[in-house]
């Protein structure tokens, strides 16, 4: 489409319809990188696919993994992608030729693994029914330091075998890079620093399990999806005490919802729903009003992204493993730079006459005029004058001469 062609006052904030889908396997985790040209991909087979937004085809296929991939992460320049898998695995790939910056063994299946903002060496990952870990690559040997997840205090809980029932679920990078976010399977929202390694702040936001955190484009904001049925939008300007500024649910059917995420100005929040809605909930951040319900495919979303720059959303189909498209269905206006130019709104018939396709030799035609013109001749043969026009030639008026 040319898109000097589009009215850009006619476009709206948020997608209306499903338009498209991709296809290449089954997809089990999706992520735009920071300038949403390049989508990254994990399939449920090990692979990391990278498709190329402009053409929707496969740009590169990266093979290393051998279980299901949970989570795919980009660096902030686009050029490389960590990708956290079922089969304990975390590699960094280089899209620049395909090949493997590092592969790291994790002691557990890993959950999701989430890059340091500015050091490619180092990232935290979220270990299935374990403590966290942040991982830092020092002279090519990895350093692996884990997480705190009980604070000090009453809520340091055990079981009969004196195994902690409080662990850690999910973990973030503060835009900084000198703090970490992690929710617990206790509703503890906890900030962590990271030299030396120890809990800043912790604040109890539900007595639910927090199953995902994600940053909002401008990095002031920060969304939570826990089993309580709520999605949660916190301001973490201060960091000893993150204020919950909205609170988002279905009131009426109290849906649990899989995987929530921000629009690209913040101004709006989306989260797809658990088992049998198969639609995806877009509401205004700043009145907390529902705006849209879009209609899915009849399967589960279980991952969600919205582009960086344009009004499109992309999630992964359960059951198919499809990445939908929903965006909005834009018109071109060309009469904006024809003026003449008028849109039909049906086909009309048009009746052709004889000779409108002829063909009509205008030289040819030119010539003929000319050579029936010859300028005037006085009769006693003296040299005719320079008249500023001529006339045509009559053979009989000088039959006598």
Same mark, same amino acid.
């Given at each position: 489409?040319?898109?000097?062609?589009?009215?850009?006052?006619?476009?709206?904030?948020?997608?209306?319809?499903?338009?498209?889908?991709?296809?290449?396997?089954?997809?089990?985790?999706?992520?735009?990188?920071?300038?949403?040209?390049?989508?990254?991909?994990?399939?449920?087979?090990?692979?990391?696919?990278?498709?190329?937004?402009?053409?929707?085809?496969?740009?590169?296929?990266?093979?290393?993994?051998?279980?299901?991939?949970?989570?795919?992460?980009?660096?902030?320049?686009?050029?490389?992608?960590?990708?956290?898998?079922?089969?304990?695995?975390?590699?960094?790939?280089?899209?620049?030729?395909?090949?493997?910056?590092?592969?790291?063994?994790?002691?557990?299946?890993?959950?999701?693994?989430?890059?340091?903002?500015?050091?490619?060496?180092?990232?935290?990952?979220?270990?299935?029914?374990?403590?966290?870990?942040?991982?830092?690559?020092?002279?090519?040997?990895?350093?692996?330091?884990?997480?705190?997840?009980?604070?000090?205090?009453?809520?340091?809980?055990?079981?009969?075998?004196?195994?902690?029932?409080?662990?850690?679920?999910?973990?973030?990078?503060?835009?900084?890079?000198?703090?970490?976010?992690?929710?617990?399977?206790?509703?503890?929202?906890?900030?962590?620093?990271?030299?030396?390694?120890?809990?800043?702040?912790?604040?109890?936001?539900?007595?639910?399990?927090?199953?995902?955190?994600?940053?909002?484009?401008?990095?002031?904001?920060?969304?939570?999806?826990?089993?309580?049925?709520?999605?949660?939008?916190?301001?973490?300007?201060?960091?000893?005490?993150?204020?919950?500024?909205?609170?988002?649910?279905?009131?009426?059917?109290?849906?649990?919802?899989?995987?929530?995420?921000?629009?690209?100005?913040?101004?709006?929040?989306?989260?797809?729903?658990?088992?049998?809605?198969?639609?995806?909930?877009?509401?205004?951040?700043?009145?907390?009003?529902?705006?849209?319900?879009?209609?899915?495919?009849?399967?589960?979303?279980?991952?969600?992204?919205?582009?960086?720059?344009?009004?499109?959303?992309?999630?992964?189909?359960? &059951?198919?493993?499809? $990445? %939908?498209?929903?965006?909005? +269905?834009? *018109? =071109?206006?060309?009469?904006?730079?024809? !003026?003449?130019?008028?849109?039909?709104?049906?086909?009309?018939?048009?009746?052709?006459?004889? &000779?409108?396709?002829? $063909? %009509?030799?205008?030289?040819? +035609?030119? *010539? =003929?005029?000319?050579?029936?013109?010859? !300028?005037?001749?006085?009769?006693?043969?003296?040299?005719?004058?320079?008249?500023?026009?001529?006339?045509?030639?009559?053979?009989?008026?000088?039959?006598?001469?």
């Amino acid at each position: 489409m040319n898109l000097e062609l589009v009215d850009p006052f006619s476009i709206p904030d948020y997608p209306e319809t499903l338009t498209g889908s991709l296809r290449y396997g089954h997809a089990t985790s999706i992520r735009f990188n920071k300038i949403g040209n390049v989508l990254a991909a994990g399939l449920v087979n090990g692979l990391v696919v990278i498709w190329d937004v402009s053409t929707s085809s496969v740009a590169r296929i990266l093979t290393g993994h051998t279980r299901a991939v949970q989570s795919v992460c980009w660096s902030n320049c686009g050029r490389f992608v960590l990708s956290a898998a079922r089969d304990w695995k975390c590699i960094l790939w280089d899209l620049h030729d395909g090949s493997i910056r590092y592969v790291l063994r994790m002691p557990a299946p890993v959950w999701t693994a989430e890059l340091h903002p500015t050091n490619l060496n180092m990232f935290v990952a979220s270990i299935l029914e374990g403590s966290p870990f942040l991982v830092e690559i020092k002279d090519g040997i990895p350093q692996f330091t884990p997480l705190p997840t009980n604070p000090e205090g009453p809520e340091f809980v055990t079981d009969r075998r004196g195994n902690s029932k409080h662990v850690t679920l999910i973990c973030l990078f503060h835009p900084s890079g000198n703090y970490i976010f992690s929710g617990t399977s206790k509703g503890w929202l906890h900030v962590i620093e990271i030299n030396p390694v120890r809990i800043k702040s912790s604040n109890r936001i539900t007595s639910q399990n927090i199953k995902q955190l994600r940053l909002s484009f401008c990095k002031r904001y920060l969304i939570m999806n826990s089993t309580d049925r709520v999605i949660r939008t916190i301001n973490i300007q201060d960091l000893e005490s993150p204020e919950v500024e909205h609170k988002f649910q279905d009131v009426v059917n109290r849906l649990q919802w899989n995987s929530c995420a921000f629009s690209p100005t913040g101004e709006y929040v989306l989260a797809t729903t658990y088992q049998m809605a198969h639609a995806i909930y877009v509401w205004e951040r700043g009145m907390g009003s529902l705006v849209k319900i879009l209609e899915g495919p009849k399967e589960e979303l279980v991952d969600v992204d919205w582009h960086p720059v344009f009004p499109c959303i992309i999630a992964v189909g359960l &059951d198919t493993g499809t $990445i %939908h498209m929903w965006s909005v +269905e834009q *018109k =071109e206006s060309w009469s904006a730079f024809a !003026p003449d130019f008028q849109e039909l709104e049906e086909n009309i018939e048009y009746d052709e006459p004889e &000779d409108e396709f002829d $063909i %009509h030799d205008e030289k040819n +035609e030119n *010539k =003929e005029e000319v050579d029936m013109a010859v !300028p005037v001749k006085l009769l006693n043969n003296t040299p005719s004058t320079n008249l500023p026009f001529t006339i045509p030639l009559n053979l009989n008026s000088f039959a006598e001469v």
